[in-house]
């Protein structure tokens, strides 16, 4: 292990902890989404972690994920770091023996092999027969999505504590600076005076059809948007739900079926889809394309056995008004964050079209 993950180790308390019970930390978990949640889990299950790094005037773009997979049956377990080159949508895939991955106790930090990732750094450290990724970054002045309520600890709110769904969404910042370099098979990407953004994922699968974008490259500073809208089964049934931020002026702007927001998809086609949400206070106009698209690998029962298209340069247009029909925010952006999987008629039959 390489001095800078021991360093790394020694403050933030990791514990190798495949699947050991940590007395309190179920409480803890609970309270933090970002958090690993999956210690107790040994089959079914996957968890994983989005950071997003967009370089100051856009000429390198990197997508870094890095979680688990356990498969349904418990045959499966791995830990792997899956990357995608935004400009030219290239993957690559890196898998690691389960017992490689570790945890912290005590706040997000995780490591796979030699690699380092937490709330505001990241170490790399890959080397393999065709492949070397090294690297460090470090994320500052994040802005993180704050909440009083015991019983509405992230993103998805009061769904959170929702049993039997087959996926749960977190946002870890909403957007932060970021400083660093990494060498990716003799390729530089500078991220100094660069943005970042991070969240995750954790459960058994991923939804059959969803829709996600996110960016936080537009033109006024340290604004940040996300939506995700999915087919949700549960206990037999399933509906559309969506959640999502706005991030303007250092105001934070939640929307989600739990807000009792309203959601009209005006099209979804296999690049393009258009979008309008009201709420008690604002209407979002949201229309997003996706370019150039990468393969990643998606958990079906804990399983990375899906194949799905993102873009990490895809347009997105954003305009926001209040009730009284007053300008709050119109910006449009290259430098966004699109999936769109599944069949889109399974969200637009489920949501009222407009």
Not at 16 to 35: I, N, Q, T
């Amino acid at each position: 292990m390489s001095d800078s993950i021991k360093a790394q180790d020694k403050q933030s308390g990791i514990n190798f902890s495949k699947h050991k019970w940590l007395p309190g930390y179920g409480l803890k978990k609970m309270a933090h989404p970002e958090m690993f949640q999956g210690n107790r889990k040994t089959k079914n299950y996957f968890e994983g972690w989005y950071f997003k790094m967009v370089s100051a005037g856009d000429s390198s773009i990197l997508s870094v994920i890095p979680g688990i997979s356990l498969s349904h049956d418990g045959r499966e377990q791995h830990a792997f770091i899956q990357i995608i080159d935004g400009k030219t949508a290239k993957t690559s895939y890196y898998s690691y023996p389960i017992e490689q991955f570790a945890f912290s106790k005590k706040e997000f930090a995780i490591t796979i092999g030699q690699n380092y990732f937490s709330a505001d750094k990241i170490i790399l450290n890959i080397h393999t027969d065709s492949s070397t990724v090294v690297g460090d970054i470090q994320m500052t002045k994040q802005v993180k999505l704050c909440s009083r309520k015991i019983l509405n600890p992230g993103i998805m709110g009061w769904y959170k504590f929702v049993p039997f769904m087959e996926c749960y969404h977190g946002v870890v910042n909403l957007t932060c600076q970021l400083s660093g370099t990494i060498v990716k098979d003799g390729s530089e990407y500078h991220f100094k005076n660069g943005v970042g953004y991070v969240e995750k994922d954790w459960g058994s699968s991923m939804p059959s059809a969803w829709i996600w974008m996110q960016s936080n490259s537009f033109r006024k500073e340290n604004s940040s948007f996300m939506l995700s809208i999915a087919n949700i089964p549960w206990i037999g049934k399933s509906f559309t739900g969506f959640l999502g931020f706005f991030l303007h002026d250092s105001v934070v702007y939640r929307f989600a079926t739990y807000t009792h927001a309203k959601l009209t998809i005006e099209k979804s086609g296999n690049d393009t889809t258009k979008i309008i949400i009201n709420d008690r206070k604002h209407i979002y106009n949201i229309v997003a394309s996706r370019k150039n698209a990468g393969l990643l690998k998606a958990p079906v029962k804990g399983a990375m056995d899906r194949r799905i298209p993102e873009s990490v340069d895809a347009s997105l247009i954003l305009s926001v008004t209040d009730k009284k029909g007053n300008l709050i925010f119109c910006d449009s952006t290259s430098i966004a964050g699109l999936e769109l999987v599944g069949d889109q008629k399974i969200l637009t039959g489920t949501i009222k079209k407009k």
